[in-house]
């Protein structure tokens, strides 16, 4: 960084003084929370709607890359993916809590703008944050999310596709992969040569993507204000082919989907073949989209064939099908998973 | 370890392949829950009553040293030091998630005796594991839980004690600090000479505070059945010296306990002389008791002065008094909080 900036060591504040100055920075404004940060528990008041409870963690080094990634948009990310898991149950969140594990490199600034990201999260999604953890981490940045939300309307699981049904998609896919791939590309360039200046703004839509999810709020709104229910519905955190076996495994069933049918964008689709990737792949299994997967009856058809945020990419058949993609080529290729796996890698 | 150990490798199961193993290790039987791990979120059903929410992370070679903590222990402790805060608000907990960051160094046998712990203490206080995390870390085990529960009859705050409310805390005091005191000479010893064996056989209460800590349902329990309400409550995590504090800055009142009202059992006593530690001091600020420190108003006395696991240590006063300490000697003392603060630890 250029700029002096002002360095607040943490260990001169102590727990107690980083969690009150991290309360500060939080203003709930959830009608359903009754007491936010600063008691042994939070306090939600209750509702006659299922409840629906979400966790993710995020490590340091597996996960993320502070390298590139900026605190604050690892913040708004690290909820919005939480969050995604609950509208993915046909559910609004409305409460969240951030536990985290932080070595003495970081300074009381550095947590600070990592909260910025996490308070503007919960502020664009109506969600409050009312608790958490605060601890010391002999190495790196551990982040844990909890998220709570109250069912929409149903509840939807993964395991109600029926045959026939349609299998759509929100949004676009591997825009989140491609930007990433991009974000190494330039990190190494950099790291070869730190007076090189990285090329990111021919890029903008995947590096949004990859840095800057949104969970697909507005879809469950419009499920409810048209009284859609799907049958079966998650996010796609893995990449889609990941995503639709769960899908298929969980609810007995086969599918077909249509490799030219599958929602790219251009930006997306032009930088993954600068990069000698197939779009295609990088759809099926790039991951971090966070867009939705979901099948639904085909009486349900008219009402969302012309909005403009849901593709149909197949159709869901019976078990002994199989998962299959129709490709460009007319051929039939089976759906295999390569979600990206941590626990690959080594101590 | 002497015998002959089957170790399955993480990498080779995946992280699909360990969730799965997870999951049959766990059964659910809280009548509120409507689907456990295995969607995008645990649904869990609706209450008018408030719901409660509370999270905890651990980090290994900050919160837990696995050379002397059992796995199997560390996972009951986990959760146990969760459902107490749920406790603390007199409620009752009734569903978890377990988030964890570990490392190649782990096996999949490694994980299910840490899920033994977990799936024990579920049981014993009837709480259902309804989803998690599992991702790699660079190093080490980090565990986060978040428990969700249900208020029981009233919430109770920490800002609830008033002027001549008595100050009482459950069980007794300091036996964890001195457990841990004698785990840590004992490993001590044994990194010197790897042929000695430790001497832990005269330790059994205080090892036990330390390895195992109960959250105290069973006060809770009491309260119900015998319609009383603290006017404020917490948990003894930091020591009844930074919890006395809490509750007075929250409360804005002060208060005056007795030395010798502390409720410290023998063998605490006993081993904290031995290691030439102040029995008052470990009670004070040794932390990791999890009893409850409440209050309530005078009129409840007769309903809590026959019962055994409670202790009048002193009352509340008016906020300019201070928080204070009649020692043994008659000396007033004003207490200070000396818990440990796990931030103060360098990267």
Redesign the interface.
């Known amino acids: 960084m250029s700029k002096e900036e002002k360095r607040t060591e943490?260990?001169d504040?102590?727990?107690f003084g980083?969690i009150k100055e991290i309360a500060e920075t939080v203003s709930n404004s959830n009608k359903k929370t009754?007491?936010g940060i600063?008691?042994?528990?939070?306090?939600?008041?209750?509702?006659?709607?299922?409840?629906?409870?979400?966790?993710?963690?995020l490590?340091?080094?597996?996960?993320f890359n502070l390298a590139y990634c900026p605190l604050k948009h690892l913040g708004y990310k690290a909820v919005a993916v939480n969050l995604s898991?609950?509208y993915?149950?046909n559910?609004i969140p409305s409460?969240i809590?951030v536990?985290?594990?932080l070595?003495?490199?970081f300074s009381l600034e550095a947590i600070k703008e990592l909260y910025e990201g996490i308070n503007l999260a919960c502020e664009t999604y109506g969600v409050d944050l009312?608790?958490?953890?605060?601890?010391?981490?002999?190495?790196?940045l551990?982040i844990?999310i909890?998220?709570?939300?109250?069912?929409n309307n149903e509840?939807v699981?993964?395991?109600g596709a029926k045959e026939y049904d349609l299998l759509c998609v929100s949004g676009d896919l591997g825009g989140a992969y491609v930007g990433l791939q991009i974000l190494e590309r330039e990190h190494t360039v950099f790291k070869g040569n730190d007076q090189a200046q990285p090329e990111l703004s021919q890029y903008p839509y995947v590096l949004e993507r990859q840095l800057k999810p949104e969970p697909r709020k507005d879809i469950i709104e419009f499920f409810n204000k048209e009284n859609i229910l799907p049958s079966s519905?998650?996010?796609i955190s893995d990449g889609l082919a990941s995503e639709i076996l769960h899908i298929c495994e969980?609810s007995q069933v086969g599918c077909t989907i249509y490799e030219e049918r599958l929602p790219i964008d251009q930006e997306t689709y032009k930088t993954a073949e600068e990069l000698n990737l197939s779009p295609t792949i990088c759809a099926l299994n790039g991951g971090e989209d966070y867009e939705l997967l979901f099948t639904m009856s085909l009486k349900e058809y008219d009402k969302i064939k012309d909005y403009n945020g849901i593709t149909i990419i197949g159709h869901i058949t019976d078990k002994n099908s199989g998962a299959n993609m129709v490709s460009s080529g007319e051929t039939v290729i089976p759906i295999t998973a390569q979600g990206w796996?941590?626990?690959?890698?080594?101590?």
Chains 1, 2 share one sequence.
């Open positions: 943490l260990s504040l102590g727990e980083l009754v007491k600063g008691d042994d528990a939070a306090v939600i008041s209750g509702s006659k709607k299922n409840t629906l409870l979400s966790t993710d963690m490590v340091e080094g597996i996960h898991d609950i993915a149950m559910a409460h809590t536990s985290m594990a070595s003495n490199r009312v608790g958490g953890d605060t601890t010391s981490s002999p190495t790196g551990i844990s909890t998220a709570v939300g109250e069912s509840t699981y993964r395991n519905m998650i996010d969980q796996d941590a626990l690959l890698r080594k101590d």
